[in-house]
């Protein structure tokens, strides 16, 4: 993928969960009582929280995302044969405040001061999304956090991705969209956005509608893409 700046941009829109959070913090706070089984805690408990957001959307039998990710925990935790006293709130009450990536405030600092709108797009509920920002400070930073509770359909649904155009009065041309996540990266890029893939964990290209329009493997790499550096 070319790596020229992408013309007519005036809105960045993040996902939150492993594009601006980083989801494996939790686990690493926890490293006391899981030991070396940390790593593989979190990938199972992130598999599952995203099988469980698509397939509840497949049969229209929304949750709030909070009780999806719990149920994914009390999975993995029974997988891995990790079920101890206090250990589930222990992982859950740090999944609100999870670590965001190093490089996320001056990132989204330097967009403001470009002028770019600024926002989170998120599967996660207001309460999740409200603790996560404001624990990592960067509350300030955005125009917008949008949540999928306002259409009751979790991503990758076309109405979550017409929340940004309806809250920020911007076309689907004029935003850049930035995920971690392949299928959210593609299904915003069908749905007509620019889209920025922050591909950190090396995934590969998916056989999915759309294409991302650029590929970086860390927000940093952003600001010079829309104009902002």
């Known amino acids: 993928m070319s790596q020229d700046a992408l013309d007519g941009v005036k809105a960045c829109v993040f996902d939150a969960y492993g594009t601006l959070f980083d989801f494996a913090s939790a686990a690493r706070a926890c490293r006391d009582e899981l030991g070396d089984r940390g790593d593989r805690l979190t990938a199972l408990w992130r598999d599952k929280q995203l099988q469980y957001t698509w397939l509840r959307a497949l049969q229209g039998r929304h949750a709030d995302f909070w009780d999806v990710t719990g149920d994914a925990l009390d999975f993995a935790l029974e997988t891995l ?28 600092r330097r967009l403001k001061s470009a002028g770019l709108r600024t926002a989170i797009l998120s599967n996660g509920s207001p309460g999740m999304l409200r603790a996560a920002v404001e624990g ?57 956005m620019r889209v920025v893939w922050c591909n950190r964990y090396g995934q590969r290209r998916e056989r999915l509608p759309g294409a991302p329009d650029r590929e970086i493997r860390s927000l940093s790499e952003l600001p010079a893409l829309v104009g902002a550096a």
């Open 81 to 108: 044969e990790l079920e101890r006293p206090g250990l589930r709130d222990r992982l859950m009450n740090l999944y609100l405040t999870l670590d965001a990536f190093p490089e996320v405030p001056d990132v989204l």
């Open 136 to 192: 990592s400070g960067i509350a300030d930073l955005l125009d917008a956090v949008l949540s999928v509770e306002e259409v009751g359909v979790f991503k990758p649904h076309p109405s979550v991705y017409q929340m940004v155009l309806d809250r920020l009065g911007v076309p689907a041309a004029a935003v850049s969209f930035q995920s971690s996540n392949s299928w959210d990266a593609y299904a915003a890029s069908a749905f007509g």
